[in-house]
């Protein structure tokens, strides 16, 4: 297994147009938000009384994982990972050699390694933005541990929402050898699942989509939300990835790949 992740992990880093736009433009551009608006705020409001809650702030910036244009970016370059034996046709060369579970597994986790990664570059550049600031604008800085624990908390929800992201851009690169098929649909589920909410408001909550639990599961951690709809959130995504990864691997499982 660890020959097939090297492997996987390789072919991503030398095409770094993908690994730059699939994965960390989402993450850069929130910090480039953030800069222009500290930084606007600074040069008009000058120093500033209070202090600064470094770790909550960076909790708060994670919930870039439910943005629609950061679904559709994330979604091009997961997509990216598991369509380039089609595109090459080497899926050939590797299905003798090695078990399709692990095939597809390989492809999975690298794609939430690097989701992971672009998280973490999120936050921990959200915490030097708010250090830099704060200093700059005479603020304290608060650095408890209830906020660190909640940034903890923050992260794992971020990656539990991109990581359905990941099994279904997966699922349907398989089931339709294709690119556009796993990048649109993906774009269209997130931007869809916020017109939803806008056209049946609080109702949509009711249903079962990933944008909706993870957004529970936010609302509970920094807004005071109700721990059950918290509860279902986690039973929601993790049902997702499940299911949506059950099928990835199902439909690979019984593709022909002989002459791919």
Partial sequence: MRPLLSAEMLKLVRQPGILFWGFMAVPLAALLVKLVIAGFVYLRLGRQSGDVDVFLSAAKSLSLSGNSLGHLLFALGIATVFFLEYRYATWRLLVPRHARVQLFAAKLLVCLAWLALALLLAAV??????????????????????????????????????????????????AFRS??????????????????????????????????????????????????????????????????????????????????
């Avoid at 624990?149 to 990581?163: C, D, N, Q, R, Y």
């Fill in 179 to 260: 690119m556009i098929a796993a990048v649109i649909p993906a774009f269209l589920l997130a931007i869809g699942s916020t017109l939803l909410q806008l056209y049946l408001g609080a109702d949509a909550d009711r249903l079962p989509l990933p944008s909706y639990a993870a957004q529970a599961l936010r609302d509970w951690l920094l807004a005071g939300g109700a721990p059950i709809a918290a509860l279902v959130g986690v039973a929601v995504l993790l049902g997702w990835f499940c299911v949506l990864t059950g099928l990835g691997l199902a439909v690979f499982s019984r593709q022909q790949l002989a002459a791919e």
């Fill in 125 to 174: 550049g959200d915490i030097l933005l708010s250090v830099l600031f704060g200093v700059l604008q005479g603020q304290g800085l608060d650095l408890s541990a209830s906020s660190l624990i909640t940034l903890v908390a923050a992260f794992g929800i971020a990656f539990l929402e991109l990581a359905v992201l990941a099994a279904l851009a997966g699922l349907l690169v398989v």
